[in-house]
């Protein structure tokens, strides 16, 4: 509400709206952010997309808001001021070691949440054949037998949860009859806007299976099966890059990954991975049209196909990170 109005204001139409947040973002390893701050960050990143210099980010860490000014006049859209220091968020490539031993055993038993989607079968699929992984629960709003049935034939015990995963009774259920040792939270939905347009209950249909979700298992994994081996995220580069149309699900998704860092810094298993564009086409991708598509790869974006993906997937579980974003790059194409 507050920004829609600012931007329907004729009277703030040459200014900016500075939005300052505290502990909203992670600027070293040993930073305990804020989840309640966290999803301003991704939704003002999209709005910034839509609204060039008309909105400003910047996070404290409580302590010192005497810099603001000095913040500002760096020109920088996104910036946090920790001990008098503007830090600004770059992208650096991951090199991973594969020093962390594969966190997936034939004796694990793996929970994935969205368990139909397109890559949540993908995955499945993968960590029967790569990793030999013999238990699963598919966790689903829709049924998913015939994904049970095809990893069933592939010599899997595939176990269906019908439900959905902000229901407590549901994922409790799922995790106390059953051995769980690693969580794969995919479970989204997609309602494109501009900030323009976005209502409350857009907002609440995205940030739903997503944010709600992830934070129940949050929640019920610490209580219930405390000694996870891994707690995976499935979040997007929207969080990062911000994306016309994309508030509510840039929001969303930066919870994730501050979620994971949050997990990371109280020494539990997390890892959040801000997917790029897949070349497998998805219920949430499948209204792309070729001139989506054709300007996202002239932006440096392009599709990655299963394989990559699979091991992109693969390597980031054993970096140690807790957020990583496994994306096809063109860096020409950006400098451009």
């Given at each position: 509400?507050?920004?829609?109005?600012?931007?329907?204001?004729?009277?703030f139409?040459?200014?900016r709206?500075?939005?300052?947040?505290?502990?909203a973002?992670?600027?070293?390893?040993?930073?305990?952010?804020?989840?309640?701050h966290?999803s301003?960050w991704g939704?003002?990143r999209?709005?910034?997309?839509?609204?060039?210099?008309?909105?400003v980010l910047?996070?404290?860490?409580?302590?010192?808001?005497?810099?603001i000014?000095?913040?500002?006049s760096?020109?920088?859209?996104?910036?946090?001021?920790?001990?008098?220091?503007?830090?600004?968020?770059?992208?650096?490539?991951?090199?991973?070691t594969?020093?962390a031993?594969?966190?997936?055993r034939?004796?694990?038993?793996?929970?994935?949440?969205?368990?139909?989607g397109?890559?949540a079968?993908?995955?499945?699929?993968?960590?029967?054949?790569?990793?030999?992984?013999?238990?699963?629960?598919?966790?689903?709003?829709?049924p998913?037998?015939?994904?049970a049935?095809?990893?069933?034939?592939?010599?899997?015990?595939a176990?269906?949860v019908?439900?959905?995963?902000?229901?407590?009774?549901?994922?409790?259920?799922?995790?106390t009859?059953?051995?769980?040792?690693?969580?794969i939270?995919?479970?989204?939905t997609?309602h494109?806007?501009?900030?323009?347009?976005?209502?409350?209950?857009?907002l609440?249909?995205?940030?739903n299976?997503?944010?709600?979700g992830?934070?129940?298992?949050?929640?019920l994994?610490?209580q219930?099966t405390?000694?996870?081996?891994?707690?995976?995220?499935f979040?997007?580069?929207?969080?990062?890059?911000?994306?016309?149309?994309q508030?509510?699900?840039?929001?969303?998704?930066?919870?994730?990954d501050?979620?994971?860092?949050?997990r990371h810094?109280?020494?539990q298993?997390a890892?959040?991975?801000?997917?790029?564009l897949?070349?497998?086409?998805s219920?949430?991708?499948?209204n792309?049209?070729?001139?989506?598509?054709h300007?996202?790869?002239?932006?440096?974006?392009?599709g990655?196909?299963?394989?990559?993906g699979?091991a992109?997937?693969d390597?980031?579980?054993?970096?140690?990170?807790?957020h990583?974003?496994?994306?096809?790059l063109?860096?020409?194409?950006?400098?451009?």
């Amino acid at each position: 509400e507050l920004v829609r109005g600012w931007l329907a204001d004729k009277r703030f139409a040459d200014s900016r709206l500075v939005l300052l947040t505290r502990d909203a973002v992670v600027t070293s390893p040993e930073d305990t952010p804020d989840l309640e701050h966290a999803s301003i960050w991704g939704l003002i990143r999209s709005a910034q997309a839509e609204h060039p210099d008309r909105f400003v980010l910047i996070d404290t860490d409580g302590q010192d808001t005497s810099s603001i000014q000095g913040a500002l006049s760096t020109g920088e859209p996104q910036l946090a001021v920790r001990g008098g220091r503007f830090l600004a968020p770059r992208l650096a490539r991951a090199v991973p070691t594969g020093a962390a031993a594969s966190v997936f055993r034939p004796d694990s038993t793996v929970l994935i949440t969205g368990a139909t989607g397109t890559l949540a079968t993908r995955i499945a699929h993968h960590l029967v054949t790569h990793h030999q992984v013999h238990n699963l629960v598919l966790l689903s709003r829709r049924p998913a037998d015939d994904l049970a049935t095809t990893l069933t034939d592939l010599g899997a015990n595939a176990t269906v949860v019908t439900g959905d995963v902000t229901d407590p009774d549901t994922v409790t259920r799922a995790l106390t009859e059953h051995p769980v040792t690693a969580v794969i939270h995919t479970a989204a939905t997609l309602h494109d806007a501009t900030i323009d347009n976005l209502t409350a209950d857009q907002l609440d249909t995205v940030l739903n299976p997503k944010l709600d979700g992830a934070l129940l298992l949050h929640q019920l994994t610490t209580q219930l099966t405390p000694d996870l081996d891994a707690f995976i995220l499935f979040s997007s580069a929207a969080a990062a890059f911000g994306g016309p149309g994309q508030a509510a699900y840039a929001a969303a998704n930066t919870f994730l990954d501050t979620l994971a860092h949050h997990r990371h810094t109280n020494g539990q298993p997390a890892l959040s991975l801000g997917w790029g564009l897949w070349e497998d086409r998805s219920n949430m991708t499948s209204n792309l049209t070729d001139t989506d598509l054709h300007r996202m790869t002239r932006h440096g974006v392009s599709g990655l196909s299963a394989a990559e993906g699979l091991a992109l997937f693969d390597a980031a579980c054993e970096s140690g990170e807790a957020h990583l974003l496994p994306i096809r790059l063109d860096v020409a194409a950006l400098r451009r």
